[in-house]
């Protein structure tokens, strides 16, 4: 094995950790990721950015907006809409 690979292989596990999950948790997971075809990691942060978006969106509903903040709210929903076509 070369230097670079072992280098290579030492950083990337420097960026990984273990978290403890019930066995049922990641068999849930991991058919979520197969079926979008992702990984866990990849799975693990789609999950994370779609809650986040939920949080700001409950925070909003909440909020008093102004015509500009719908004009963005409804260029941002319809621009989601588009991708998910």
Same mark, same amino acid.
């Given at each position: 094995? $070369?230097?670079t690979?072992?280098?290579? !292989?030492?950083?990337?596990?420097?960026? /990984?950790? $273990? #978290?403890?999950?019930? #066995?049922? $948790?990641? *068999?849930?997971?991991?058919?979520?990721?197969?079926?979008?075809g992702?990984?866990? *990691?990849?799975? /693990?942060?789609?999950? !994370?950015?779609?809650?986040?978006r939920? !949080? !700001?969106?409950?925070? /909003?509903?909440?909020? #008093?907006?102004? =015509? =500009? *903040?719908?004009?963005? /709210?409804?260029?941002? =929903?319809?621009?989601? =809409?588009?991708?998910?076509?």
């Amino acid at each position: 094995m $070369t230097e670079t690979r072992q280098m290579s !292989i030492l950083f990337s596990m420097s960026e /990984l950790t $273990t #978290i403890k999950v019930a #066995i049922r $948790t990641r *068999d849930a997971l991991r058919f979520l990721a197969e079926r979008e075809g992702r990984t866990l *990691d990849g799975q /693990l942060e789609a999950l !994370i950015r779609r809650e986040r978006r939920r !949080i !700001i969106g409950q925070q /909003l509903s909440g909020a #008093i907006l102004d =015509a =500009a *903040d719908v004009a963005v /709210l409804d260029a941002s =929903a319809s621009d989601v =809409a588009d991708a998910c076509r």
